[in-house]
């Protein structure tokens, strides 16, 4: 039986299908725009996460609607495609890194699937293990590194930090910080989905960084661009190798 791998990719990276056309679908959160293909022998479905267009604020992103379609049409991990802001100087913009923890400071977006009844689960793993090893192994064969092992911290967005807020987050341990990561994770995990993401960092953030504009940010992406393509490539590959 084929396998079906889902594919979220942040702003800048929607055009990993480019020869592909447009699916767009109501479900029961709201309309979804994907594309769906094969690729190394895997079903994939695509959805930009901000939509073709990439117009749709962190905030706004229609979240369950994305993870409700992987669902609905059968698969089994979501690998995501993220930019983030570096916490700490070592960890430069252009690295690619595999988050393995989060924590979670968004706070007015639809959370759950489960509006009727009390669900809680378990989130000691926030990123699928299995998944996250595949991301190490691939980001390896691509980059012949892999870094991993850190902390990201997600926010509500759409401003960018303060420089007390930035100095709070890495008190309190986080590594990088974005504005999408939550509660895309925890929609996955309800519906048992493995998830877990490739994240470029495209710039520092507010206290350490040097002031760049959204050109810089631009510049990173581009640059970046294949081998965060590739990094997704190479593991769909180990996942159809790994059977």
Same mark, same amino acid.
């Given at each position: 039986?084929?396998?079906?791998?889902?594919?979220?990719?942040?702003?800048?990276? &929607? !055009?990993?299908? /480019?020869?592909?056309?447009?699916?767009?679908?109501?479900?029961?959160? +709201?309309? $979804?725009?994907?594309?769906?293909?094969?690729?190394?022998?895997?079903?994939?479905?695509?959805? /930009?996460?901000?939509?073709? @267009?990439?117009?749709?604020?962190?905030?706004? *992103?229609?979240? !369950?609607?994305?993870?409700?379609?992987?669902?609905?049409? +059968?698969?089994?991990?979501?690998?995501?495609?993220?930019?983030?802001?570096?916490? !700490?100087?070592?960890?430069?913009? +252009?690295?690619?890194?595999?988050?393995?923890?989060?924590?979670?400071?968004?706070?007015?977006?639809?959370?759950?699937?489960? &509006?009727?009844?009390? *669900?809680?689960?378990?989130?000691?793993? /926030?990123?699928? %293990?299995?998944? $996250?090893? =595949?991301?190490?192994?691939?980001? @390896? !064969? *691509?980059?012949?590194?892999?870094?991993?092992?850190? $902390?990201? #911290?997600?926010? @509500? +967005?759409?401003?960018?930090?303060?420089? #007390?807020? #930035?100095?709070?987050?890495?008190?309190?341990?986080?590594?990088?910080?974005?504005?999408?990561?939550?509660?895309?994770?925890?929609?996955?995990? &309800?519906?048992?989905?493995?998830?877990?993401?490739?994240?470029?960092?495209?710039?520092?953030?507010? @206290?350490?960084?040097?002031?760049?504009?959204? %050109?810089?940010?631009?510049?990173? $992406?581009?640059?970046?661009?294949?081998?965060?393509?590739?990094? =997704?490539?190479?593991?769909?590959?180990?996942?159809?190798?790994?059977?």
């Amino acid at each position: 039986m084929t396998k079906t791998v889902g594919i979220i990719a942040g702003a800048g990276f &929607e !055009r990993l299908l /480019p020869n592909e056309s447009w699916l767009t679908t109501e479900t029961v959160y +709201g309309k $979804v725009e994907f594309m769906e293909t094969e690729i190394e022998g895997l079903k994939v479905i695509f959805i /930009p996460r901000h939509g073709k @267009e990439s117009i749709q604020q962190p905030h706004k *992103v229609n979240y !369950r609607g994305n993870i409700w379609l992987m669902k609905s049409r +059968g698969a089994e991990y979501i690998i995501a495609i993220d930019q983030a802001y570096s916490l !700490r100087k070592i960890l430069k913009p +252009g690295m690619i890194i595999i988050p393995t923890d989060i924590i979670d400071f968004t706070k007015n977006r639809e959370i759950t699937f489960f &509006e009727d009844k009390p *669900v809680h689960i378990d989130f000691s793993e /926030p990123f699928c %293990g299995k998944l $996250v090893k =595949v991301l190490e192994k691939s980001s @390896e !064969r *691509v980059l012949k590194y892999f870094l991993s092992e850190a $902390v990201i #911290a997600v926010i @509500e +967005g759409p401003r960018l930090m303060t420089p #007390a807020e #930035a100095a709070s987050l890495r008190m309190l341990g986080a590594d990088i910080v974005n504005m999408t990561t939550m509660p895309e994770a925890a929609l996955a995990k &309800e519906l048992n989905l493995c998830y877990a993401t490739v994240t470029l960092i495209t710039n520092y953030a507010a @206290e350490i960084h040097t002031k760049q504009g959204l %050109g810089y940010f631009e510049k990173i $992406v581009d640059e970046k661009r294949q081998q965060m393509f590739q990094i =997704v490539l190479e593991a769909l590959k180990i996942l159809r190798e790994e059977g």
